[in-house]
């Protein structure tokens, strides 16, 4: 089969490789399409140890070929979106049982832009921070695919006040497409926002931006972070002044969440996916490339112009 394969020297190139067998708690997909996200950049730069050659690719959609030994809740035929360790940007890809979900008649497209970025959003604001009605949330990468998705879980959850912070001026109009109440620039943060306090905020940007934000929040205020995008340089905060303002950080990995609690994860793409299918969360699929364009895909993620979600046309 062909597949994008990532060489010693950090090449992505596409090769003729051996098409896998699904193991006894897996389904083996042929991929429709597949979802870029941000951890094809962390791959590309080398960020990930990972064996070469390595095939790249997080998300697949496609249609269940073969099933494991063990599975009994996928079959033949089903359309399916997957999150995968691996694999994903091949013409067949393998993935965990448990961590595939039926998706029924949603397009494709949409369904491999689910990806790892739709369950994230839903637990960031169900699970972690746990927004209910009335409470006012701050979004960092505000138009990115997390970004996009949570303030729509943050809205139905009944948050009254949404503001976003986007990097550059050219997102502001596609955040605002997404139902933020305000957008504002990330250069413009915190001084723009001096004068207010939020319950929740969601940082994936991590550094000067992550101590501004604890000090953004109000009374029982909840920081999720989930991500360095601009730096990994180490955050350190005093818990006994968190303590004494009442706010609390918090964490998420759904990446080690997929290995130590898979049906957690599950949890939430489920519920997340009720809403997609239902037509309440919007996945706006922002780019279609072909699998030989993976590389340019990847780059204009990792340049930060993009918005919604990008995916590879496989079959
Ligand atoms: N912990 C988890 O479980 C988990 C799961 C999925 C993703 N993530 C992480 O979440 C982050 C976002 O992922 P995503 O899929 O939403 O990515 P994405 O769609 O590529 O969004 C990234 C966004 O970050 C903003 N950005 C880029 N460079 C920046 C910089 N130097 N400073 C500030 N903002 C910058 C841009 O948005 P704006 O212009 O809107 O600011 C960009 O659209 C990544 O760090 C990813 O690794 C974590």
Redesign the pocket.
């Known amino acids: 089969m062909e597949a994008m394969v990532l060489d010693a020297d950090d090449q992505l190139h596409v090769a003729e490789i051996e098409q896998p067998d699904p193991g006894p708690d897996q389904v083996a997909i042929r991929v429709e399409f597949a979802g870029v996200?941000?951890?094809d950049v962390?791959v590309k730069r080398g960020h990930f140890p990972v064996p070469r050659p390595f095939v790249p690719g997080f998300e697949a959609s496609g249609r269940v070929i073969a099933v494991g030994e063990n599975v009994t809740a996928h079959h033949v035929g089903d359309a399916v979106a997957a999150l995968t360790g691996a694999g994903a940007f091949a013409e067949v890809a393998v993935a965990d049982a448990a961590l595939t979900f039926g998706v029924g008649d949603l397009d494709l497209r949409v369904a491999a832009g689910f990806g790892?970025?739709t369950p994230?959003a839903h637990a960031l604001i169900n699970s972690l921070a746990r927004v209910t009605p009335g409470e006012s949330v701050l979004i960092?990468?505000?138009?990115?695919?997390?970004?996009s998705l949570a303030v729509q879980f943050a809205r139905l959850a009944g948050a009254t006040r949404l503001t976003g912070?986007?990097?550059?001026p050219s997102?502001i109009e596609p955040?605002n497409q997404f139902g933020y109440d305000e957008v504002i620039l990330?250069s413009e943060f915190p001084e723009r926002v001096a004068a207010d306090q939020f319950d929740v905020i969601l940082d994936?940007?991590g550094g000067d931006t992550r101590r501004a934000s604890l000090e953004r929040l109000a009374a029982h205020g909840r920081l999720v972070a989930?991500?360095?995008?601009?730096t990994f340089a180490p955050v350190s905060v005093d818990v006994n002044e968190l303590l004494m303002a009442g706010r609390s950080l918090l964490t998420?990995?759904?990446?080690l969440l997929s290995q130590t609690n898979p049906a957690r994860l599950a949890n939430s793409a489920r519920a997340a996916l009720a809403l997609v299918t239902a037509g309440q969360v919007r996945i706006e699929i922002t780019a279609e490339y072909p699998l030989s364009e993976l590389s340019t895909a990847i780059e204009r993620?990792s340049d930060?112009t993009?918005?919604g979600k990008n995916i590879i046309r496989i079959t």
Do not use: E
Not at 226 to 230: D, L
């Open positions: 996200q941000y951890g962390l790892w970025v994230t960092h990468a505000a138009a990115g695919g997390v970004g912070v986007v990097s550059t997102q955040a990330a994936p940007i989930y991500g360095n995008i601009a998420y990995n759904s990446n993620l930060g993009g918005h």
